[in-house]
């Protein structure tokens, strides 16, 4: 029964993924119908689609900031709100600049859940099941993008404003999210961190009610040695979970992941690929992604992050290596068969099965409570920035350097994960989070 609750809690929690996934990608079958509507120039509909990607930066920048003077709940709740006006908002929208303005709103909530929802999963999580909870976020991310691009298909025939009601249709489970908040503790660990011991208590019974004195006991200590230390995120004490956090999203990026999802068709295109060829391979794409992160995040407590990271890099390297060499010998089809479209979709599944499952899950579990919220916000931050630097650069790139160059810089960026995986990345498995914490803080 406790685990059923502690489950039904990081569901609930993990929805915020699946508006998160959804947010993102359903603006892809609404697009050519809002240029044609009102007109946008090329620059103007390439700011209207990337509006939403600035405010996933903002809300990730500041996400932590609520997170901790209102509590993890509270936040998620507002982030439920955000995502609900922005969806009835941007159907309803009488002109561009609302448009606009309503899928800025849903950006803040993609950038904030991105800090919330992974940080309050962690929290509530006993310590041999953390990293499939938290994994539910993840999961549920690629979930929603496989809804939207369902729910697109679904709704791309029914009338002129087809697009209308492609965006509307996020309200639906925007509301479900909201209205099963309700039914969600605040974390136990923000309780007592802001002296509410009572409180922080009975949400700790809850979840395991025989170790109810020794977590309090562990996470008031963890807090009183934090107390005598600065609060603030680059106080030194800090700088190997701060390093950490920047450098796993760092990598999380620089493997050409948002570039291959985001450009899949074009790739395959500049494989002598056609255009339907092109868009079902991309389709595959997102099947892949879904199965593996499925697979990863069950599999995370077993092996570990550690593992699951290594695997992932060894793959990610031959993928790319052999992805940089099919364009630099312009061989694109092996045995008959397609190379390319079918080492992208290797590659899909190693980041999948390691970097997709692993970075919300070891990001929320790297900091201290005291400035954990902040933590989570640094490294989604850099996550999004660095999402954004690889989108709007890949084109570019891949135009002047060719394909070859593009994906043997990114072979040369895992190499360097692997490296980094090697020598600094701890094993979190199975640790408290405060068992974490004096592993990674300097006291």
Known sequence: MVQRKVLFWSIVTALGGFLFGFDTAVISGAEKAIQQLWRLTAFEHGFTISIALIG????????????????????????????????????????????????????????????????????????ESRGKLVGLFQFN????????????????NVGEHSWRLMLGVQAVPAIAFLLFLFRVPESPRWLLLHGRLAEGKDVLRLINPATVEADTAAILTAQARAGQQSESLWASQYRTPVLLAVAFAFFNQVS??????????????????????????????????????????????????????????????????????????????????????????????????????????????????????????????????????????????????????TFAFFCGMMVLQLVFVLRFMPETKGTSLEGVEKTLVMH
Request: proline content about 4%; overall charge positive.
């Open 56 to 127: 996933t930066v903002l809300g990730a920048m500041f996400g932590g900031i609520p997170s901790d003077k209102l509590g993890r709940r509270q936040t998620l709740r507002w982030i439920a709100v955000l995502y609900l006006v922005s969806a009835v908002g941007a159907a309803l929208a009488p002109g561009w600049v609302p448009f606009m303005v309503f899928r800025f709103l849903g950006g803040l909530g993609v950038g904030a859940s991105s800090v919330t929802a992974p940080l309050y999963i962690s929290e509530i999580s006993p310590a």
């Open 256 to 405: 050409g992941i948002n570039a291959i999802i985001y450009y899949a068709p074009r790739i395959f295109e500049m494989t002598g690929l056609g255009q339907g060829a092109a868009l079902l391979s991309s389709a595959g794409i997102g099947l892949v992604n879904f199965c593996f992160t499925l697979l990863g995040v069950n599999v995370i407590d077993r092996f570990g992050r550690r593992t699951l990271m290594l695997v992932g890099s060894l793959g990610l390297i031959a993928t790319l290596g052999l992805v940089a060499m099919a364009f630099y010998t312009q061989r694109f089809q092996l045995f008959g068969g397609l190379l390319v479209p079918g080492l992208l979709f290797a590659y899909i599944a190693f980041f999948a099965f390691s970097q997709g499952a692993v970075i919300w899950v070891f990001i929320s579990e790297i900091f201290p409570n005291a400035v954990r919220a902040k933590g989570q916000a640094l490294g989604s931050s850099t996550h999004w920035v660095m999402a954004t630097v690889i989108a709007f650069t890949f084109p570019y790139f891949a135009e002047r350097l060719g394909g070859g160059n």
């Open 141 to 156: 991310i690629v979930f929603g993008i496989l809804a939207a691009y369902l729910s697109n298909y679904l709704l791309a």
